[in-house]
């Protein structure tokens, strides 16, 4: 299982991996109401559409699936990528798609959810895992292998600042909730909290003894959970 993802209003789980299916169900019960099967190679993201209405799945031929999460239903394919897709963002009316591709890609591409229509294609890093969408809309942020996070003008993809601060590929980028703050973490096995403005250094976690994987803010931005391959989850306060 490469992407687990909860819907906006919180009553179901999104799951997805290599067996080529996303499941739909209810994190109480654990019961499946519905089951993706429309990629035909492994899925490494998922995420859904603002509204609930939407999940966006993409996999390792390059293509990301939107499709209608209370049916199934395919909405729409998107083939811009060369390969991995290894990051999905919504933006936060729902009208477009950041797409992140690592391994054979290394392009952060923005369209159109529902018509696929490219705005632009962000090529100036080297294999992309991840492309979070800033809460407020304005701004992406795109975390490589080549150890930068570009932080880019989120419709007309200028790049607004590049942080370099960590001396290994950041795995993860995860957005502050009111979008002032980012935090990113990768092979070094640190977890830095930096301005999304200026880019400035408020802290560095080095909790974890090996690389980070993932990192998520807590609503009230008061809090980070990171997990790590030394097979700890950590919560500690920004």
């Known amino acids: 299982v490469f992407a687990v993802c909860w819907s906006p209003d919180g009553s179901r789980v999104a799951s997805a991996g290599r067996d080529r299916t996303v499941h739909v169900w209810d994190p109480l019960?654990?019961?499946c109401s519905l089951i993706y099967r429309q990629h035909s190679s492994y899925i490494l993201s998922a995420c859904w559409s603002p509204d609930g209405h939407f999940i966006a799945s993409g996999d390792t031929d390059g293509t990301v699936h939107i499709w209608q999460a209370d049916?199934?239903?395919t909405s729409f394919i998107y083939s811009?990528?060369?390969?991995?897709?290894?990051?999905?963002?919504?933006?936060?009316?729902?009208r477009y798609i950041a797409s992140g591709g690592d391994y054979g890609d290394?392009?952060?591409?923005?369209?159109?959810?529902?018509?696929?229509?490219i705005l632009y294609v962000h090529n100036e890093q080297n294999r992309i895992f991840a492309a979070p969408w800033s809460p407020d809309g304005s701004c992406i942020a795109s975390g490589s292998f080549d150890a930068t996070v570009q932080v880019l003008d989120a419709l007309g993809g200028n790049s607004l600042l590049t942080y370099r601060a960590h001396?290994?590929?950041?795995?993860?980028v995860a957005w502050s909730p009111n979008s002032g703050k980012l935090a990113s973490a990768g092979q070094d096995a640190s977890i830095h909290a930096w301005s999304s403005?200026?880019?400035?250094?408020?802290l560095i976690y080095t909790g974890h003894k090996r690389p980070v994987k993932s990192l998520s803010w807590s609503p009230d931005g008061c809090y980070?959970?990171?997990?790590?391959d030394d097979e700890s989850i950590q919560i500690w306060s920004t």
């Open 29 to 31: 019960t654990g019961t």
């Open 71 to 73: 049916t199934g239903t």
């Open 80 to 94: 811009g990528h060369a390969r991995f897709v290894r990051s999905i963002s919504w933006s936060s009316d729902g």
């Open 106 to 117: 290394s392009t952060m591409q923005v369209w159109e959810a529902l018509s696929g229509d």
């Open 167 to 172: 001396c290994g590929p950041v795995y993860t």
């Open 197 to 202: 403005a200026t880019g400035e250094t408020s």
């Open 224 to 228: 980070i959970v990171s997990g790590g």
